[in-house]
């Protein structure tokens, strides 16, 4: 503990991502630029998500980390141990009892409450990318709010597949003006983005930029009039916990091809099954 | 209709030690409405260089030429436009178009740019083919690969299917055979009888001497003459 | 009557050396303007401080904008040019590559401008973009095609879809012929004259191509050396050019 600096970053540093983060929370949906540091794990590991995390822990956090909704991956787990041994902080599983949540492709599906702290590890941070690769028109492009390139990038999804066949990283519109990725998300989430309690925060380490969501923001997913936008429903119930309304994950169970859906929250799923809820495979087992 | 006043112009060819040619000289004419004059003399006396001065298509160094009160020595390019479009008609000897494009589109063009429908435009382009005899076969090919006679037998269509109020007629039936010529010199009459002013060239003499109600000799302007 | 667009003094350097000098003129709506000279005579200078792509050090370009009639493009603000070049403007880049999305497929190339100004309705989009693919004869079946596998006469009649789709009234065009086959050159201009004939558009067209102007341009204005020396009817310069370097390009040009 004494080797570093409380959560590895030296105080110079967190005010940095601080400021950074206060502008993001101040002009929502907009990507601030900020200095990220080399951490002790490669880019694309969550170097982003770190950095937000260590600027806005304190000694009181309590810390979870799930990488695709579960604690026990390898990528939480290193997280969660790698501030652990350097800011000393409690750590959990449980999504009630977090203050701050690092994420990588999720949002929990318990409903998060004010006073907690949603990190988002980011890949890429530009939406606009896909059709744009010049940085400085896609910053143009933000400050003019000249948004009909996102529209064309779903209009090329409906030529082709009938329907807009994006299913994660799905575009929104924050307040009216900036459009966000939202990291890669599954559409899925993208409802819970919006008027959300807690504080949602994005950190990419290797594009080096924050931006940021206030709590009880207005986040639109984009869509046509003839082609809304639609949320992704499960097509089983969760095989574990018999959840009808969580995003799942498809679990190949033996050789011969057999395969069953559990929930990709783990904390959820796992805290159904404590509350006496069953699913076909669980429930089999106990008869 | 038609009135050039003390119009003279010369040449200056910058890149053959700046000559300096003279070609017509203080040319003062009137040509009423429904009234045909022949523009004559030798060759090289100066009618076809008049004739595009007339049109604005060479530029006159001096005085006045009146198409309808408009001076076309004086006005902006998108006058000059207008009264083409409107007001002045031109029959060269050479016909100009976009390569690929229909006959019959040629010959409507001048009606579609005054406003008519493009059916309306098309009827009127039919009508006149047929009367100049291109067979109707041709009516959907491009003009650009006929011969001789029917390109300017096309670019005549052309040139009367708007009835333009002034028309500057160059050497309309030359090349022509006995019935086609026939066919022209009709609507040339049919041009002046709906009260057209005409300035014309013509070598073929009984043409002349039929359409036209008068001649001007143009040698009287060639400088070298006159002095 | 009032010009659409008005350029007035319109001066470009780079560094010590002129890119092009006062230059101005008035183009009414429906006028077809060519510009014509040899490379480094200004005229790619010219058209791009027109359209706002360069900074010009001098001059105005004043557009009789839908609301609020005469107004100089180079002193207003970024966003409202850049709403001007999606709407009312439109530029024909000489190398469709460079005026085209060549990962996006045609329709998606021609519905960008209606998505651009706010429509959201992706029949009518797709509907209008298939309309255009017509008018300029692409088959619209090609219509999810990327114009990757488009002939360079079929990308270049694209570019002029996407383009004109969303109805603007003046149009930039550089060299817009240029670098396509001759049988394919005329087809495009013949495209461009009902187009402009039908819609009623001005357009400043850059070409070093006198038999273009010739058949497109109401009025030709002669460069060089960032000035312009020459400027009429088109046809009127063309055969009686008066100066010594309009008759120099006019009677260098090879006769077929």
Redesign the interface.
Known sequence: MSDYNFAYLDEQTKRMIRRAILKGLAIPGYQVPFASREMPMPYGWGTGGVQVSAAVMTPQDRFKVIDQGADDTTNAVSIRTFFERTAGVATTTKTSEASVIQTRHRIPEEPLSEGQILVYQVPIPEPLRFLEPRESETRKMHSLAEYGLMHVKLYEDISRHGHIATSYDYPVKVEGRYVMDPSPIPKFDNPKLGDMAAIQLFGAGREQRIYALPPYTQVVSLDFEDHPFEASKPDHPCAMCGAENSYLDEVITDDAGRRMFVCSDTDFCEARQVAGHTGTMNGKDAA | MIDLRNVSKTFTLHNQSSAVIEVVNNVTLSVAAGECVALTGASGAGKSTLMRMIYGNYLTQAGQILIDGTDIVQAEPRDVIALRRETLGYVSQFLRVVPRVPTLDVVAEPLRAVGASASDAQALAEYLLAKLNIPQRLWSLSPTTFSGGEQQRVNIARGFAHPYPAMLLDEPTASLDAANREVVLSLIEEAKARGAAIIGIFHDEAARARVCDREIDVSQFTPGVAV | MTPLLSVQGITKFYGQHIGCKDVGFDL?PG?VMGIVGESGSGKSTLLNCMAGHLTSDAGAVVFDTRTDGPRDTVTMS??ER?MLS?TDWAFVHQHARDGL?M???A??NV???????GE????D??AKATDWLGRVEIDATR??DRPTTFSGGMQQRLQIARNLVTGPRLVFMDEPTGGLDV?VQ??L??LL?GLV?DMGLSAIIVTHDLAVV??LA??LMVMKDGHVVEA??T??VL??P???YS??LV?SVLQV
């Open positions: 009414y006028e970024e966003p850049r999606r999305r990962g996006v497929s329709g998606g519905g960008e401008r209606l998505m651009a100004v959201r309705h992706y029949g989009i797709r219509v999810d049988s005329a087809r201009l013949d004259r004939r010739r058949l109401d009025r009429g009817l046809d009127q055969d009686d008066q100066h010594a008759q120099l009677s």
